[in-house]
């Protein structure tokens, strides 16, 4: 089976919603990990995993990747509905999340996804890193540690 790298970078203001949005997906309490910014100021939270495709499929089914992106990837469309019921299913409550919230966090997403081995994980979210937007100058990496894991 193949899998991605994805980086993954919300705002700092939805930090604590992504990582709960995180948390309801299975993939722990702390995904965003990485603070970005440019000088002190941290605007963005990164994160970094080795992915399946359903987890693909999933962001794919609340609108979030456009089916060119899963067609690139290769990554089955009928999975997309799968990945539907994934986010149908989620316990929101359960990790003080709201619809709202959730359909916030993956609005805001900054996305990007490579096959696994196409691309050095570092240099992969630097690229996807440097797509966000910068109030004065480009933004940096405040600090950085690569997290590599299997995310269904």
Do not use: C
């Not at 003080?96 to 900054?110: P, Q």
């Amino acid at each position: 089976m193949t899998h991605y790298s994805a980086i993954l970078i919300v705002p700092a203001d939805l930090w604590d919603k992504a990582n709960a949005l995180g948390a309801a997906l299975g993939h722990g309490p702390d995904s965003y990990t990485v603070p970005l910014g440019a000088d002190d100021t941290v605007t963005h939270y990164g994160s970094r995993s080795r992915v399946l495709p359903i987890f693909i499929a999933t962001l794919a089914a609340a609108g979030a990747v456009p089916p060119e992106e899963l067609e690139r990837l290769d990554v089955d469309p009928a999975l997309v509905s799968a990945g539907g019921e994934v986010v149908a299913g989620l316990d929101l409550e359960a990790f003080g999340l709201t619809e709202a919230d959730r359909d916030a966090v993956i609005a805001s997403l900054i996305w990007g996804f490579e096959p696994e081995g196409g691309v050095e994980p570092a240099q992969h979210f630097a690229d996807v890193a440097a797509n966000l937007p910068a109030p004065e100058g480009p933004l940096v990496v405040v600090s950085i540690t690569l997290r590599n894991e299997i995310a269904a």
